[in-house]
């Protein structure tokens, strides 16, 4: 069993290497099989469609931070509460988006994810997606 600390310390560096736009690095910290659900479409992804999403919003969104950072390990997982923020590319416009993310963790790995945010904050995201 993974220690709090080991969790912790993975947790930290999943987000560290969002907001930095290493999705290899996020995309490596879930086992083949990790399911990711989402709150605004109720649908289970793939790390892998995941990682492709997460492209998408760094190439559109600079200067990433999770910001407000509230990071609870326990044994078998964690919880973050956060504050995506960031800057759009196209047009310098601010962004942020309050979230809460719930994850199973076994050997180091992410095996579940569940995230939790208020879609209106999403369309700030996307707002120049397909220009």
């Given at each position: 069993?993974d220690?709090?600390?080991?969790?912790?310390?993975?947790?930290?560096?999943?987000?560290?290497?969002?907001?930095?736009?290493?999705i290899?690095?996020?995309?490596?910290?879930?086992?083949?099989?990790?399911?990711?659900?989402?709150?605004?479409?109720?649908?289970?992804?793939?790390?892998?469609?995941?990682?492709?999403?997460?492209?998408?919003?760094?190439?559109?969104?600079?200067?990433?931070?999770?910001?407000?950072?509230?990071?609870?390990?326990?044994?078998?997982?964690?919880?973050?509460?956060?504050?995506?923020?960031?800057?759009?590319?196209?047009?310098?416009?601010?962004?942020?988006?309050?979230?809460?993310?719930?994850?199973?963790?076994?050997?180091?790995?992410?095996?579940?994810?569940?995230?939790?945010?208020?879609?209106?904050?999403?369309?700030?995201?996307?707002?120049?997606?397909?220009a």
């Amino acid at each position: 069993m993974d220690s709090e600390d080991d969790i912790r310390a993975m947790a930290t560096r999943f987000f560290d290497a969002i907001e930095a736009g290493d999705i290899g690095t996020m995309q490596s910290s879930f086992t083949p099989d990790a399911e990711i659900w989402h709150n605004t479409d109720e649908l289970i992804v793939t790390p892998a469609q995941t990682a492709q999403t997460l492209t998408g919003m760094v190439a559109r969104i600079k200067e990433r931070e999770y910001a407000d950072r509230r990071l609870t390990a326990f044994p078998g997982g964690f919880v973050q509460q956060h504050v995506l923020k960031g800057k759009r590319v196209h047009d310098d416009g601010d962004v942020r988006l309050p979230c809460a993310i719930i994850c199973k963790v076994e050997n180091g790995k992410i095996t579940r994810l569940d995230e939790y945010f208020d879609s209106a904050h999403v369309a700030e995201f996307r707002k120049f997606a397909d220009a």
